[in-house]
């Protein structure tokens, strides 16, 4: 949506009270269309904010010409405050990131009783097939001499 076009495109990405909205202006009219908009963002403090314009095995070839960082002054409460200092990893409310998983419950002990019993049952069902096998397969090979 933004190759060849004869004028600039513009992004802001604004994150407010853990709130991460991004806006865009692709058709150079100056009004701002929302892209994204996640409530529940909790990202770190202490980190850098750094942009680029590679697009990896693409060829691709985008500008970066300007960047204009505001620092809001938003009013927090003592609490806010507390739970914005004790967030180490970026994180967002009601969405799983992968490898972030909850770990699965442990089995019940009737359901691992039951697994264990019915994988014996099929090793000895297997043993004995094998061993009615193995004697037909002796017969039909021995020589009979008449």
């Keep these: 949506m933004v190759r060849n076009l004869q004028h600039d495109t513009f ?20 009004e701002w269309r929302d892209c994204i908009d996640v409530p529940g963002v909790r990202l770190p ?21 300007s960047l204009k960082l505001y620092q809001l002054t938003v ?25 972030m998983e909850a770990p699965l419950e442990p089995m019940s002990g009737l359901a691992l009783f039951l697994i264990v019993f019915f994988s014996l049952v099929a090793i000895v069902f297997a043993i004995v097939i094998g061993i009615i096998v193995y004697n037909k397969w002796q017969e039909q090979s021995r020589k009979h001499f008449y």
């Design 75 to 99: 009013e927090r409460t003592p609490e806010e405050e507390k739970r914005d200092r004790e967030v180490f990893l970026p994180v967002v409310d009601n969405l799983k990131l992968p490898g």
């Design 45 to 65: 403090r202490g980190y850098y904010f750094g942009t680029s314009s590679v697009t990896g095995d693409l060829s691709d070839n985008h500008d970066i010409i």
């Design 11 to 30: 992004l802001v990405i604004r994150y407010v009270k853990r709130r991460l909205t991004v806006l865009m202006d692709i058709d150079g009219k100056h």
